[in-house]
């Protein structure tokens, strides 16, 4: 059974980091793509970054460029998502995301979702 | 605002069709990539319900259908059925975009 299992959410300070993982089970990891996908309270779906199975491909959206780093560990199949210089409007559930196909992404499986909360 | 447009809200009641729209543009829909659909139920993460602009994973019901013409994209869901409320996301590539994948701005379902 496909799981994906995010950590690492809480609350942080506007300025703050904040470094969220997940865990994948169930299927080989290192072949997939895999995604951060976030949702603020109330609010729509927003596609946070992008990576390709063996790391060579990353994108990220204009909202987080700069300030956010995707990463994976084949080894260890993890994702994880860096978060440094943290605004108010980062506030959301985090969902880590993987694309079934490499050639048209969308996500077939999701993680339960993980709550970051950024406020002083 | 998402380069994918779709309406806030749409109603129907039980066992009548609905259709929600999703509008995008020539760096996306309209440059041929494929779109997909999400359900999300409240408190819980998404679920893939079309991908591919009208395939249905294993286990969608044939209520559920998708199709794309142009520049739009459309889900259409028959026999409405009180446990469809939810909201609907479709998805695609934009060649535009740095973060390249892009989510409409969803649609909230009521079934009166």
């Known amino acids: 059974e496909v799981q994906l299992v995010e950590s690492g959410g809480g609350l942080v300070k506007p300025g703050g980091s904040l470094r969220l993982s997940c865990a994948a089970s169930?299927?080989?990891?290192?072949?997939?793509?895999m995604n951060w996908v976030r949702q603020a309270p109330g609010k729509g779906l927003e596609w946070v970054s992008s990576?390709?199975?063996?790391?060579?491909?990353?994108y990220y959206a204009d909202s987080v460029k700069g300030r956010f780093t995707i990463s994976r560990d084949n080894a260890k199949n993890s994702l994880y998502l860096q978060m440094n210089s943290l605004r108010a409007e980062d506030t959301a559930v985090y969902y880590c995301?993987?694309?079934?196909?490499?050639?048209?992404?969308?996500?077939?499986?999701w993680g339960q979702g993980t709550l970051v909360t950024v406020s002083s | 605002q998402s380069v994918l447009t779709q309406p806030p809200s749409v109603s129907g009641a039980p066992g009548q069709r609905v259709t929600i729209s999703c509008t995008g543009s020539?760096?996306?829909?309209?440059?041929?990539?494929?779109v997909h659909w999400y359900q999300q139920l409240p408190g819980t993460a998404p679920k893939l319900l079309i991908y591919?602009?009208?395939n249905r994973p294993s286990g969608v019901p044939d209520r559920f259908s998708g199709s794309k013409s142009g520049t739009s994209a459309s889900l259409a869901i028959t026999g409405l059925q009180a446990e469809d409320e939810a909201d609907y996301y479709c998805?695609?590539?934009?060649?535009?975009?740095?973060?390249?994948?892009?989510f409409g701005g969803g649609t909230k379902l009521t079934v009166l």
């Open positions: 995301a993987r694309c079934a196909s490499s050639t048209s992404c969308y996500v077939d499986y």
């Open positions: 169930g299927f080989t990891f290192s072949s997939y793509s």
């Open positions: 990576i390709s199975s063996s790391s060579s491909y990353i």
């Open positions: 020539s760096s996306n829909i309209g440059a041929g990539y494929d």
């Open positions: 591919g602009n009208s």
């Open positions: 998805q695609s590539y934009d060649s535009s975009l740095s973060g390249r994948w892009v």
